[in-house]
Each structure stands twice: as structure tokens, then as C-alpha cells.
């Protein structure tokens, strides 16, 4: 079965950055598409962005120009830069993409707090 492992993540000052890693725990899984989603306290879940197997990246319009998200094999990332206390929020990965047997999957990572102080 895979799992995505998330690290990074924790306490940063207002302008500061972080880097978010994810890693899917299996070989055989080939994501299609890889992504970053927050959670706030208080908040609905939201999309933060994704990429593509291709490439191609889509973001929430509230963290353009300072997010970048980037991907390698069976993992992603979330470069995230002039964090501001509004993007303080649980992080989760997630990837869809085919397994073993080519069996669709869609798979989440475990959280991880970033906290922005102001």
C-alpha cells in the first residue's frame, strides 16, 4: 500500500519561508498528479496547488508569486516564501496515480503544522 510521508513544516516568522517535502512510500506507484492542500483553524480545506505529470502547475490565487510547487519522482514539493500568519494551516499532500496492477489510487499524506507568527 503507499503512503506519502510529508516533512518540513513549524514555526516561521512573517516573511520567512519554509520548504514542504512528500515522498510516496512505493516504487511502483506513478502519480498523475500531485498536490498541496491546507487546512485552518476555523477553515474549509483548500487546494493550495498541484502539479501535473506533465508539468504543469495550477495555484489558489492567495499564494501566487510566492509558492512554488515542484515535483520529482513519486514526490512534491512546496517551496514556500514571504509567508504571511494567514498561511498558517495543517499541510497535506495528496497524489493520484496508478499502483500496482494499475489500480487507481488516490493517497494522502499525514499533516503538517505550519505556523506563521505576525
Known amino acids: 500500500q503507499v503512503q506519502l510521508v510529508q516533512s518540513g513544516g513549524g514555526l516561521v516568522q512573517a516573511g520567512g519561508s519554509l520548504r514542504l517535502s512528500c515522498a510516496a512510500s512505493?516504487?511502483?506507484?506513478?502519480?498523475?498528479?500531485m498536490g498541496w492542500y491546507r487546512q485552518a483553524p476555523g477553515k474549509q480545506r483548500e487546494l493550495v496547488a498541484s502539479i501535473s505529470s506533465g508539468g504543469h502547475t495550477n495555484y489558489t490565487d492567495s499564494v501566487k508569486g510566492r509558492f512554488t510547487i515542484s515535483s520529482a519522482e513519486n514526490a512534491v514539493y512546496l517551496q514556500m516564501n514571504n509567508l504571511k500568519p494567514e498561511d498558517t494551516a495543517i499541510y497535506y499532500c495528496?497524489?493520484?496515480?496508478?499502483?500496482?496492477?494499475?489500480?487507481?489510487?488516490?493517497?494522502w499524506g499525514q499533516g503538517t503544522l505550519v505556523t506563521v507568527s505576525s
Open positions: 495528496n497524489a493520484e496515480g496508478a499502483g500496482r496492477y494499475d489500480k487507481y489510487l488516490q493517497v
Open positions: 512505493s516504487k511502483i506507484f506513478r502519480a498523475n498528479i
